[in-house]
């Protein structure tokens, strides 16, 4: 499922090509996979994309209307899914399978919305509505400051792979750079965030920061569908040092990676450089076996 480095890939694509447009007509097939599919159909004609902007794992076409009352923001928040791609298509490109969405633009182009699986999400909000939904993450990762990023994980007892994917948290991380950016720091996946200490949640920020900014700057892992706006594959997955690679020799110590599932999810880490949390010892007393007394039989 697209993280935070490719959903960033692909807003910044639709910034480049489609912000500035507007809509002209919305034609829609399946809608499974939509809030509210009426709203769509209703608001979006019309609607100005003045730009586009990841939020966390979504996307967001901030739109604007003459109408629009002073002070309303208004947006169609897209998640990709597992299998999503929303890229503009010159109108004469032949329509393929599982196009589910077209929004006819006013230069003739048409911004298409594809998605084999329909794991994604589509939905127009607007006033309190946009502004409850967006309240409802956690902090962005490439912008937390040191004092919120330890609060937020040494404030807790649950596992700190948890914590890294618990969107509440953090917006945005994943699978992905949380076992990279777990492994860059030494802390293993299982051990709680209360249990780090001041320098080690640093550390894991700083880790995390690095990781998201080199992925955006390599457009995003290409583990199986992913492509950006323009069907082009990533290439951060080729700079991988843990995820994927279990069994094979760790770049630090060249002991073999292992894989484990930490908070329901396939994780990926050192054994050696990733020391597991110790487990709190329990003596059980065991019960000494009787003596059994010989007795003559008569």
Same mark, same amino acid.
């Given at each position: 499922? %697209?993280?935070? %480095?490719?959903?960033?890939?692909?807003?910044?694509?639709?910034?480049?090509?489609?912000?500035?447009?507007? /809509?002209?007509?919305?034609?829609? +097939?399946? +809608?499974?996979?939509?809030?509210?599919?009426?709203? /769509?159909?209703?608001? =979006?004609?019309?609607?100005?994309?003045?730009?586009?902007?990841?939020?966390?794992?979504?996307?967001?076409?901030?739109?604007?209307?003459?109408?629009?009352?002073?002070?309303?923001?208004?947006?169609?928040?897209?998640?990709?899914?597992?299998?999503?791609?929303?890229? %503009? *298509?010159? !109108?004469?490109?032949?329509?393929?399978?599982?196009? *589910? $969405?077209?929004?006819? =633009?006013?230069?003739?182009?048409? =911004?298409?919305?594809?998605?084999?699986?329909?794991?994604?999400?589509?939905?127009?909000?607007?006033?309190?509505?946009?502004?409850?939904?967006?309240? #409802?993450?956690? !902090?962005?990762?490439?912008? $937390?400051?040191?004092?919120?990023?330890?609060? &937020?994980?040494?404030?807790?007892? !649950?596992?700190?792979?948890?914590?890294?994917?618990?969107?509440?948290?953090? #917006?945005?991380?994943?699978?992905?750079?949380?076992?990279?950016?777990?492994?860059?720091?030494?802390?293993?996946?299982? #051990?709680?965030?209360?249990? =780090?200490?001041?320098?080690?949640?640093?550390?894991? #920020?700083?880790?995390?920061?690095?990781?998201?900014?080199?992925?955006?700057?390599?457009?995003?892992?290409? /583990?199986?569908?992913?492509?950006?706006?323009?069907?082009?594959?990533?290439?951060?997955? &080729?700079? *991988?040092? @843990?995820?994927?690679?279990?069994?094979?020799?760790?770049?630090?110590?060249?002991?073999?990676?292992?894989?484990?599932? @930490?908070?329901?999810?396939?994780? *990926?880490?050192? %054994?050696?450089?990733?020391?597991?949390?110790?487990?709190?010892?329990? +003596?059980?007393?065991?019960?000494?076996?009787?003596? &059994?007394?010989?007795?003559?039989?008569?």
């Amino acid at each position: 499922m %697209p993280e935070l %480095p490719e959903v960033e890939t692909v807003a910044r694509g639709l910034q480049k090509s489609v912000a500035g447009r507007r /809509i002209v007509s919305v034609t829609l +097939t399946k +809608t499974d996979f939509m809030d509210d599919p009426a709203a /769509i159909e209703r608001e =979006l004609p019309g609607a100005l994309i003045e730009r586009v902007e990841r939020f966390g794992k979504f996307m967001l076409l901030r739109l604007a209307s003459q109408d629009d009352p002073v002070g309303m923001d208004r947006a169609l928040l897209v998640h990709l899914g597992m299998t999503g791609n929303l890229a %503009p *298509h010159f !109108a004469d490109q032949p329509f393929v399978k599982h196009n *589910h $969405v077209t929004f006819t =633009l006013d230069d003739g182009r048409e =911004l298409r919305f594809i998605d084999p699986r329909r794991f994604g999400r589509m939905a127009y909000l607007a006033g309190e509505n946009l502004a409850t939904e967006l309240r #409802r993450f956690g !902090a962005e990762p490439l912008l $937390v400051e040191k004092e919120e990023f330890s609060r &937020r994980i040494r404030g807790s007892a !649950a596992r700190i792979k948890s914590l890294l994917l618990d969107q509440r948290v953090l #917006r945005g991380v994943g699978n992905i750079y949380a076992d990279e950016s777990l492994w860059t720091a030494k802390i293993h996946p299982a #051990r709680s965030g209360s249990s =780090l200490k001041p320098n080690e949640a640093e550390a894991l #920020r700083k880790a995390l920061q690095k990781i998201l900014r080199q992925a955006i700057e390599k457009r995003g892992s290409s /583990i199986s569908d992913f492509v950006d706006g323009n069907g082009s594959a990533g290439e951060y997955q &080729r700079y *991988h040092k @843990v995820y994927g690679r279990d069994g094979q020799k760790c770049f630090r110590c060249a002991a073999k990676v292992k894989w484990m599932v @930490v908070a329901g999810r396939s994780t *990926h880490f050192c %054994p050696v450089c990733q020391r597991a949390p110790r487990k709190a010892m329990q +003596t059980k007393r065991k019960a000494k076996p009787k003596r &059994r007394v010989a007795t003559s039989k008569r």
